[in-house]
T-cell receptor, first 112, second 117 residues
C-alpha cells in the first residue's frame, strides 16, 4: 500500500529565504507526482506535475524534483514571499485510474 | 485553467439530517469526478470515484449507503451525506478530470465544510 509522507509538517521562514519541502513515497511504481497548494479552507491549486520519466519541473520560483528510485521528491521555493504562505501537498498517481494519494502536507508561513 | 464549482461552501446541520453537496465543472465536461474528505491538519482521503452514467466506485471503508454519489450529467456530480452525525463533520472536496487535457490533470473545487451538531 502506497504511503506518502511530507516533512516538515510545518515551517516558518523569514521573507526572502529559499526553502525546500520534502515528500517521500514507499512504492516507486508511480505514474506521476504532483505538488499542490492549499490555502486555509480552500480547494487545491496544482503547482507542478512531474511524470515518472522526468527528473524535475520548473515554474517561476518553484522547482520540483523527482527521484523515483529512492521514493523522494522535493519542492524548492526561491526567494519566498508572504503570499507563499499556505499548505503544500504532494500527491502520487499510481496507475491509469487517476486516483491520487496525498501526503499530509507542509504548512508554510513566510514572515514579512 | 478549467473551473470546478462546489456548493455550498459551508453547511451546518442537525444530527440525523441529510446534506447534499454539488460539484460542477463550469467550462468543460467531466466523465470522471472524485470526492475527497479532509480532517483538520490531515491529508485528503479519496472517498469515491464518480463516473457519469454509472455507479460510483467507493474506496475501502467508505459506506456507500451513507455517502450517496450521483453523476447524472457530464458537468454535475452530487454527494449526499445521509443521516449525518457529528463524526461526519469534515471538509469535503471534489475534483474533476477535463477530458480535453492530458489524462493526469484534475481540477479541484473550493471545498465544503460540513459541521453536524
Amino acid at each position: 500500500k502506497q504511503e506518502v509522507t511530507q516533512i516538515p509538517a510545518a515551517l516558518s521562514v523569514p521573507e526572502g529565504e529559499n526553502l525546500v519541502l520534502n515528500c517521500s513515497f514507499t512504492d516507486s511504481a508511480i505514474y506521476n507526482l504532483q505538488w499542490f497548494r492549499q490555502d486555509p479552507g480552500k480547494g487545491l491549486t496544482s503547482l507542478l506535475l512531474i511524470q515518472s520519466s522526468q527528473r524535475e519541473q520548473t515554474s517561476g520560483r518553484l522547482n520540483a524534483s523527482l527521484d523515483k528510485s529512492s521514493g523522494r521528491s522535493t519542492l524548492y521555493i526561491a526567494a519566498s514571499q508572504p503570499g507563499d504562505s499556505a499548505t503544500y501537498l504532494c500527491a502520487v498517481q499510481m496507475d491509469s485510474s487517476y486516483k491520487l494519494i496525498f501526503g499530509s502536507g507542509t504548512r508554510l508561513l513566510v514572515r514579512p | 485553467g478549467a473551473v470546478v464549482s462546489q456548493h455550498p461552501s459551508r453547511v451546518i446541520c442537525k444530527s440525523g439530517t441529510s446534506v447534499k453537496i454539488e460539484c460542477r465543472s463550469l467550462d468543460f465536461q467531466a466523465t470522471t469526478m472524485f470526492w475527497y474528505r479532509q480532517f483538520p491538519k490531515q491529508s485528503l482521503m479519496l472517498m469515491a470515484t464518480s463516473n457519469e452514467g454509472s455507479k460510483a466506485t467507493y474506496e475501502q471503508g467508505v459506506e456507500k449507503d451513507k455517502f450517496l454519489i450521483n453523476h447524472a450529467s457530464l458537468t454535475l456530480s452530487t454527494l449526499t451525506v445521509t443521516s449525518a452525525h457529528p463524526e461526519d463533520s469534515s471538509f469535503y472536496i471534489c475534483s474533476a478530470r477535463d477530458m480535453r487535457e492530458g489524462p493526469y490533470i484534475q481540477y479541484f473545487g473550493a471545498g465544503t465544510r460540513l459541521s453536524v451538531l
